[in-house]
């Protein structure tokens, strides 16, 4: 990501600090009609930016001024605090990194040249996108471009936090959301790479494996049995190891990929593909509460290739 930004923009903020201009920043928000009342807008009022954003950048220079100048604002300084809060509560993007660096243990101050390699979305967007989610406790989320990790904060706060996984190429960006999220007591699977490729979540074969039908009442365990296999026990009127047992068919037939890719619709629709050729998988995600209705009503049915991949 390269963005060109126009001078920082900074609100105000109130003499009682963070928690003043967190709530301000809801106010602003709920104003003009971006946050509405619910779990959205209980975690970002609830949400303390500057642990996740210790230090943001500014930019000093005119936007058509060469090359730009920029400063890096530090919580740790004191002179620094008022307008740090200001950017990171203003609403506006947050740069967070310049031209690549680590970004844990930065020496605060002026920055010259190179281009901005990361930043936190504007407020407004991440709050529209999570309300359109919907997510409830124990649903999961995949976060693209962890960032400052904001979107995956709130969704741990919303879904849980054994249920999100953020991905960002960037190795210095996923190590500082890590450790900036623990720090709030959040623990999501923060990965390195690139979104479409994937990721391996856990390793299968040291935990027990607990999977559920709730609507029907069926569950199936598999617990490792000290010598290599598997000690299975199932419950209900639902066949999930069959399912399970068809599905692993299907995907050896695939290849037995061990990463997946997004195919994006250009009408919004999602799917998750494994695999190459005519026996790839290929799930439907599930539509916003908004598209799904919006589909509905307009009596759309599309007929879908599994091998099509639409780049966004």
């Known amino acids: 990501m390269d963005p060109t930004l126009p001078h920082a923009r900074t609100e105000a903020v109130p003499d009682d600090g963070p928690a003043a201009a967190r709530a301000a920043m809801v106010a602003r928000l709920e104003a003009a009609g971006a946050l509405r009342p619910g779990p959205v807008r209980d975690a970002l009022r609830a949400l303390p930016r500057e642990v996740l954003m210790p230090q943001a950048y500014v930019r000093r220079s005119r936007p058509d001024e060469k090359p730009p100048v920029w400063d890096l604002l530090d919580r740790a300084v004191a002179a620094h605090r008022d307008e740090l809060l200001g950017v990171l509560y203003g609403g506006e993007s947050v ?4 031209a690549g660096e680590p970004v844990p243990g930065r020496v605060p101050g002026q920055r010259s040249g190179g281009s901005m390699t990361a930043m936190s979305s504007t407020v407004a967007m991440t709050a529209d996108l999570l309300q359109r989610m919907d997510l409830r406790p124990g649903q999961r989320l995949l976060d693209i471009g962890t960032g400052a990790g904001v979107t995956a904060a709130v969704g741990c706060a919303l879904a849980g936090d054994t249920g999100v996984v953020s991905v960002d190429r960037d190795p210095h960006v996923t190590a500082a959301a890590r450790d ?6 959040y623990r ?6 690139e979104g479409r490729d994937g990721c391996l979540v856990r390793n299968w074969a040291a935990a027990d494996l607990v999977i559920g039908a709730p609507a029907c009442g069926s569950w199936v365990t598999a617990r490792p049995d000290g010598a290599g296999g598997w000690t299975v026990t199932a419950c209900g009127p639902r066949e999930i190891r069959a399912e399970i047992q068809d599905t692993a068919t299907r995907w050896r037939a695939a290849g037995s990929p061990a990463s997946y890719r997004l195919h994006l619709e ?10 190459r050729g005519g026996a790839q998988l290929c799930w439907r995600l599930t539509a916003i509460p908004e598209q799904a209705a919006a589909t509905e009503a307009a009596g759309t049915r599309k007929d879908r290739h599994p091998s099509k991949e639409v780049t966004a």
């Open 180 to 185: 900036r999220l623990a720090a709030l007591g």
């Open 188 to 193: 999501p699977t923060v990965v390195t790479g």
């Open 266 to 275: 250009p009408d919004g629709d999602q799917w998750v593909g494994a695999g």
């Open 95 to 98: 740069l967070i990194q310049h």
